[in-house]
């Protein structure tokens, strides 16, 4: 018997075994199965847009990187504003957030919420409030790995 366990009078015992007889069971393997399937399909899209630009454009596998990641935040942000992507988010969970297209959905969504402050202190002032420190940080730990790197090369270990 813990501690708070101790102090709690029999009402608030009775009470804390009747909250667990009703409280609701989440059902986690149902909602991973669904992020996971979600976040599937989102992958999947973008690998067919990356082969449409490889296939069409001639790029290569390396380069069709950029084109697919901005093609998949534009639609990301386009089904945004249509409303689309939040019951995408509201079935997948995680799934709709983890790839590339919640970095839209983020940018987006501040902005959509913050256009009634005009747009320049809302839009503009509120669009990267969150997506802000995924730029930020994504930019340094990039800079920090290529350090790295070029250190590795230098000394001629890669």
């Not at 366990?5 to 009402?11: D, G, H, I, L």
């Not at 534009?74 to 939040?86: P, R, S």
Request: glycine share 12%.
């Amino acid at each position: 018997m813990g501690k708070k366990q101790k102090n709690t009078t029999p009402e608030q015992l009775q009470y804390q075994q009747l909250q667990q007889k009703h409280e609701l069971k989440r059902p986690v393997l149902k909602n991973c199965l669904k992020a996971f399937f979600v976040g599937g399909i989102i992958c999947t899209i973008g690998q067919a847009i990356s082969y449409f630009y490889i296939y069409n454009f001639n790029f290569t596998e390396q380069t069709a990187g950029n084109p697919t990641t901005a093609t998949m935040v534009f639609l990301a942000m386009l089904l945004t504003g249509f409303g689309v992507y939040d019951r995408i988010g509201q079935f997948g969970g995680a799934g709709s957030a983890v790839p590339v297209t919640g970095f839209g959905n983020a940018v987006i969504s501040a902005a959509i919420e913050h256009r009634t402050e005009g747009y320049v202190l809302g839009v503009g002032g509120n669009m990267f409030k969150l997506a802000g420190s995924v730029i930020l940080f994504g930019v340094f730990s990039a800079f920090i790995v290529a350090l790295i790197k070029t250190i590795l090369i230098q000394w001629g270990i890669v």
